[in-house]
């Protein structure tokens, strides 16, 4: 998203009314910013992936119905992230009264102190701007959270100051009031405890807070949007029967259903990988991350895998920090200017990546297995998919000749292409496996060195080049 443009300079209730400033509710300000994306044809949600036939039209659907929705879906499918793209169609800057608590309106104020000051300044009423970043709330859904983590409590400390019990002044707003005129996010709301829920329910039906004993009606004007994981919504926890029926809409949201989505997905989580480091960002060839991507596929849709937990998005996102990071690692030790990835890097997303699947328990002790199985499928897939037709034999018969190839993690790009010598189909290797180019310099060093020990497992996983390894270094040969 783009950088905040400078705040409008009109300073009080009477510059506002004559500019022409239209007050809107929330949901209205969403609808026509909504409608005026679609219209112009541009991204409505930008940066979700995947999501662009299924769950994007129907969370379109429901904002320009004026629905508060719930998200349901497995962790790891990007709920808090499209929940939080949500925000991007609110208006850029919004007028409050200054120093408001709760984001009141110049020309709708709700809370007394509001309302008094109206009164008496009227046009003098001192204005500021909130950007939309800031008309954001989002509280995870914890048991211990209370209704005043919510919706507000008495404030002792006021009230020793010397105001009453019955002034509506003593009260200290909860994180839904203070997030009046935006957007409210509730995550894993079934793990919400019940008695908890039912505070919500005038949120959403009556639009108003109530605050313990107060004669407190506060009309709010805020878009409400929930998720939880379809498991904890039916078994661990759940959310009470009154509560589902106010929200406007349910919608599921799923894995990526294709390879390219997944593997855009990837990349673009990729792409902001040591991106405040000093040093230059590792580079994973394309190759290599369409490795992963389908790693991440197979694993979610193995029969080992407990399918009701699923294999978070995040799975794959680790997979690669840790592949870039064995290649910073073996950089360091080699004294390579730039760490390029290559298939030497990829077992050691297997311990890794382990804490983030849970296997049926009939697997259980085979799950180093099971994930090595299906990362050499993977690269195998990889390897069809990039490489198919393409021939190989020049590079085959250097082994037949008696060549062996020493690689591993600690083994520089360097060093790799020295043991090989000149091979013939390096350039169309390069363009199969990294179309979009290799740079100049250490990357395209360091990407031909890749995209060689690619084929060269390729072929080992084919029964064309035999393979020995001890888990530190690897031997290519016949």
């Known amino acids: 998203m783009s950088a905040p443009t400078t705040a409008p300079s009109i300073s009080t209730l009477g510059e506002l009314r004559a500019s022409g400033h239209v007050h809107r509710s929330v949901k209205t300000e969403i609808r026509e910013n909504l409608i005026g994306r679609l219209a112009a044809g541009e991204p409505t949600l930008p940066g979700i992936v995947g999501f662009e036939d299924t769950v994007v039209p129907e969370v379109e659907r429901a904002l320009l119905a004026g629905h508060d929705l719930v998200l349901l879906g497995e962790r790891g499918q990007g709920k808090t992230r499209l929940i939080r793209t949500i925000t991007g169609l609110l208006d850029e800057w919004t007028p409050v009264i200054a120093g408001c608590e709760i984001n009141d309106h110049p020309y709708a104020p709700v809370c007394g102190r509001c309302v008094a000051i109206v009164a008496t300044d009227g046009d003098l009423t001192p204005v500021a701007w909130k950007h939309r970043s800031e008309r954001y709330g989002e509280k995870l859904a914890t048991p211990d959270t209370s209704v005043g983590d919510l919706i507000g409590d008495v404030d002792p400390i006021k ?84 509560l589902k029926d106010r929200f406007g809409a349910e919608v599921r949201t799923h894995y990526p259903l294709e390879l390219i989505d997944e593997l855009t997905l990837v990349a673009q989580e990729a792409a902001v990988l040591w991106t405040d480091a000093s040093h230059a960002a590792p580079v994973v060839p394309a190759h290599l991350l369409e490795v992963i991507a389908r790693f991440a596929r197979g694993v979610r849709d193995a029969p080992q895998v407990d399918q009701r937990s699923g294999v978070s998005a995040r799975f794959a996102i680790a997979a690669v920090e840790t592949v870039a990071a064995s290649a910073v690692r073996r950089a360091a030790i080699a004294g390579e200017p730039l760490a390029v990835a290559r298939v030497a890097d990829l077992p050691c997303v297997i311990p890794a990546s382990r804490g983030k699947v849970e296997f049926d328990d009939a697997d259980e002790g085979r799950e180093f297995e099971v994930l090595e199985h299906l990362l050499r499928r993977a690269v195998a897939e990889t390897f069809r998919a990039r490489l198919a037709g393409l021939d190989l034999r020049p590079l085959q018969q250097k082994f037949d000749d008696g060549l062996t190839v020493s690689s591993g993690d600690a083994v520089g790009a360097d060093a790799l292409l020295a043991q090989l010598g000149p091979v013939p189909v390096l350039s169309a290797l390069l363009e199969r496996l990294e179309p979009d180019g290799i740079g100049e310099g250490p990357a395209a060093v360091g990407i031909a060195a890749a995209a060689l020990e690619f084929a060269l497992e390729g072929l080992h996983l084919n029964k064309r080049l035999a393979k020995d390894s001890d888990g530190v270094r690897t031997i290519y040969g016949h």
């Open 159 to 242: 009230v020793a100051a010397g105001r009453t019990l019955g002034d509506p002044e003593t009260i200290h707003y909860g994180l839904v009031p203070r997030t009046n005129r935006g957007i409210i996010a509730v995550n894993e709301l079934p793990d919400l405890a019940e008695r908890i829920q039912v505070a919500l329910l005038n949120v959403l039906e009556e639009r108003d807070i109530q605050v313990r004993g107060y004669q407190l009606r506060m009309p709010l004007d805020l878009l409400l949007v929930a998720s939880a994981n379809p498991e904890d919504y039916t078994n661990r926890g759940r959310i009470i029967t009154p």
